[in-house]
């Protein structure tokens, strides 16, 4: 069987036109980089990398060791290659501008370089989740304005999920894409060609701890989820919550579901858990890219005008005829 690369799989995306030169390089080179993590991530404690960092981030949330690698690996591979203005990172409270001795490119990166840290110590899967957007810096010195722009504006989008295998999930606005790393031969191999969600699931995943704290929108659909076939749904619905999001969208895009992070008491303050430029942007405008749909509840997540780097949002997505179900509650409160 002929196995295409992501480096042959971008090259075409090139000579079709639905990138340039530059964003080529970018992804090949958030490529490379989450090769390097998935290598860390993958040794544990052989590597000594398992634990707390001793260091707090912007968030105030204790850094682990491989939050501060991965940040670390992310930054220094995407620095050089000339085709970024500036990037933007969870774990980092300013924009990190590109050292002045290198050139600078014409796009914005984000990401969150380790998404689901409670889950390193033990075992189980994390990721890696990025958004790029255009810059519309004049100067060569991008500020935070430039990167307030709604999700919609994104030109690609992606995850790696360090899993039993690892994979890169990706978007550049023409349907999602999914590869998985060859450790042997150290390529990510196009194994997933246009993922879609299906638009109906009998799957949802949630923190049900926090139900005490939902909205009533939330509690009514869940609990309508929860009568299964003596409710009003008239069908069961079964249960699944990894607690790192880009497995939990992984399932998803697998095989259907929805994904809640809605609004609740704990943290109506900050304005939700998930951080709308590094978890709720990319992960929507991928789950929309495969036929599904992202909402905060109130409004499409890819039209949410952000207001700060980092920004909170409600995050509900996945199976479009379940997140409008969701969506249609919030109406009617
Ligand atoms: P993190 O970026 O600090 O790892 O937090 C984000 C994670 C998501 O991956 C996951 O969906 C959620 O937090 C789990 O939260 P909880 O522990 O409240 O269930
Ligand atoms: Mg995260």
Known sequence: MRRVTLTQFLIEQQRAGRISADLRLLIEVVARAVKAISVNVSKGALAGVLGEAGTDNVQGEAQKKLDVIANEILLQANEWGGHLAAMASEEVEEVHQIPFDYPKGGYLLLFDPLDGSSNIDVNISVGTIFSVLRSPAEDNEPTEQNFLQPGREQVAAGYALYGPSTMLVLTVGKGVHGFT??????????????????????????????????????????????????????????????????????????????????????????????????????????????????????????????????????????????VERVAAYHREE
């Open 181 to 322: 790393l060859d450790r042997e031969m150290g390529s990510f191999v196009y194994t997933h060609p246009y993922m879609t969600v299906p638009v109906d699931t009998g799957e949802f995943a949630i923190n049900a701890s926090n139900a005490r704290f939902w909205e009533p929108p939330v509690q009514r659909y869940v609990s309508e989820l929860q009568q299964g076939k003596e409710g009003p749904r008239g069908r069961d619905f079964n249960m699944r919550w990894v607690a790192s999001m880009v497995a939990d969208v992984h399932r998803i895009l697998t095989r259907g579901g929805i994904f809640m992070y809605p609004m609740d008491e704990k943290c109506r303050a900050k304005g939700g858990k998930l951080r709308l430029m590094y978890e709720a942007n990319p992960m929507a405008m991928i789950i929309e890219q495969a036929g599904g749909a992202a909402s905060t509840g109130r409004e499409r997540i890819l039209d949410v005008q952000p207001e700060k780097l980092h920004q909170r949002v409600p995050v509900i997505l996945g199976s479009l005829n379940e």
